[in-house]
């Protein structure tokens, strides 16, 4: 069986990070002359490897991140999809305070299958020493726990033992469900002649085939699939987990004045979501702080840079119920962005400051189309604590929308949801069987609100033929004006 995975680097400057991607694959990942020139990543870099066990084999994608300080932005939108990271960590440098930020980052996307690389083993004295110093820096972390493999890109050594200790940690991870919702973040762009627009991106939550239909959001520009290329093999269809590049001919590329495809849309089918302005979140900050950087509280009001798969775009925070976050606290908060992103409740995002020098915090989505009006209010975090408990848990999202909205569709009772649809069908079943939810034909009704309405309608009708009684039935408009009935609901 085969499994197509991405697996990423990160790290501080000059610790080996592309030297061990080349060791390991046999391909530079870095490719722009101006990184030849200087020996520094600027750029995300790919290659490919290819692992097996006993009973998997697992074809994996690796993006090799910048780890200049310069370059954060950069390595954001390469981490923002992986199954696993390769931590580097040179053994004659140590922790360094891009190991840090970078840390920061993979913990704030959720990132937990990581493997430490303690590369340039060949020039340290002694690499036990080393290994035992940075479990000392490491300790209270989440990667606390985390394999330690010495190696040298130069000599060889550990390389074998790191493929082993990568192929026994993919064997472990949960493969992701199809949900029928493809989102391929684009993080490069190019046109060679006779060709018309490629784009490339990690293809994560469904299959796209040849001669697909999809939309560049949050653009709404239509696009369809021509060819499709995974590491330089061309293939009918892309799997989830894949690197992928797409051969998108009427696809413009984004210039002045004609907005087209560029590093940060995302490319899906039509009817997964829609793009939104605002987010409400669950905000998280390290109580570590990055060397270098000032430690400081992030304020209410205050203008950071949005990072979410290859997209960044820049926002102010509402705090919920305070005016400032410190290192090592957590709250709710609304993020209203200057430009409109593609997200789906339970995405994972990245705040850095407004002048774009220092991350900030990470965030959970758990709102993707909320109100910007009554955030701050008592219900409102009601609402959001729910999800925040358990934000992988469709029920609680089909609670809490009924719960806010009384009456849903069934086909859009969450908006932007990562569910699949049977999921979403089930569940709704079990809510209805066990009493929580009352269908009526496409219709969901939060089954406690419902009674409460139809006992205020039976006591506004009584009133009302104690009023006059002399007539028949009271209007239906005055009905549903009095008791204020939903208009979905207004003729059941």
Request: hydrophobic share 35%; with cysteine; charged share 20%.
């Amino acid at each position: 069986m085969i499994h197509h995975l991405i697996l990423g680097t990160a790290g501080h400057i000059d610790h080996g990070k592309s030297s061990l991607v080349q060791c390991l694959t046999g391909s530079d990942p870095d490719r722009l002359p101006e990184e030849k020139a200087r020996g520094v990543t600027i750029e995300l870099g790919f290659a490919h490897l290819s692992l097996s066990d006993e009973s998997q084999s697992y074809e994996i994608g690796i993006v090799d991140v910048p780890g200049h300080a310069d370059f954060v932005n950069n390595m954001v939108a390469g981490v923002g999809a992986l199954d696993i990271a390769l931590f580097i960590i040179a053994a004659d440098d140590g922790w360094m305070p891009q190991s840090e930020e970078h840390l920061h980052i993979l913990n704030y996307l959720g990132i937990s299958n990581i493997i430490i690389a303690l590369t340039k083993s060949d020039l340290c004295e002694d690499v036990p020493f080393s290994v035992e110093m940075l479990r000392d820096e490491l300790q209270d972390t989440s990667l606390a726990e985390a394999p330690i493999i010495p190696v040298s890109s130069v000599t060889g050594d550990g390389i074998d033992q790191l493929k082993q200790s990568i192929t026994q940690l993919l064997s472990s991870h949960k493969q992701p469900q199809d949900n029928l919702k493809p989102r391929l973040a684009i993080d490069r762009i190019f046109s060679p002649k006779g060709t018309g627009t490629v784009v490339t991106g990690t293809l994560t939550g469904s299959s796209v085939h040849i001669g697909d239909s999809l939309i560049a959001q949050p653009l709404a520009i239509p696009a369809k699939i021509r060819y499709i290329q995974n590491h330089n093999q061309s293939l009918e269809q892309a799997l989830p987990g894949m690197r992928t590049a797409l051969n998108l001919p009427d696809l413009p590329i984004d210039t002045p004045g004609k907005p087209g495809a560029k590093r940060g849309l995302t490319l899906t089918k039509d009817g997964c979501g829609s793009p939104s302005n605002t987010l409400d979140i669950h905000l998280q900050r390290l109580a570590r702080h990055i060397p270098g950087i000032k430690p400081r509280a992030l304020k209410h009001m205050e203008t950071v840079v949005i990072h979410h798969g290859s997209a960044r775009c820049r926002a102010r925070v509402i705090l919920h119920d305070r005016n400032q976050l410190s290192p090592g606290e957590d709250c709710l908060a609304q993020l209203r962005m200057e430009n409109e992103l593609f997200i789906f409740t339970g995405d994972r995002i990245v705040l850095r400051d407004g002048s774009q020098q220092s991350t900030l915090a990470g965030g959970i989505v758990l709102d993707a189309q909320p109100t910007r009006q009554g955030f701050r209010s008592e219900s409102r975090a009601a609402f959001l604590n729910d999800r925040a408990a358990q934000p992988d848990n469709p029920a609680i999202y089909i609670r809490t929308s009924l719960l806010r909205d009384k009456v849903s569709n069934a086909d859009c009772v969450i908006a932007n949801h990562p569910f699949h649809p049977n999921i979403i069908q089930q569940t709704c079943d079990q809510l209805v069987a066990e009493g929580s939810v009352t269908r009526h034909k496409d219709l969901l009704i939060h089954s406690k609100w419902w009674k409460t309405h139809q006992d205020d309608a039976e006591r506004t009708i009584r009133d009302w033929h104690k009023q006059h009684p002399d007539l028949p039935c009271m209007p239906k408009d005055d009905l549903h004006k009095a008791v204020n009935t939903p208009a979905n609901i207004a003729d059941l």
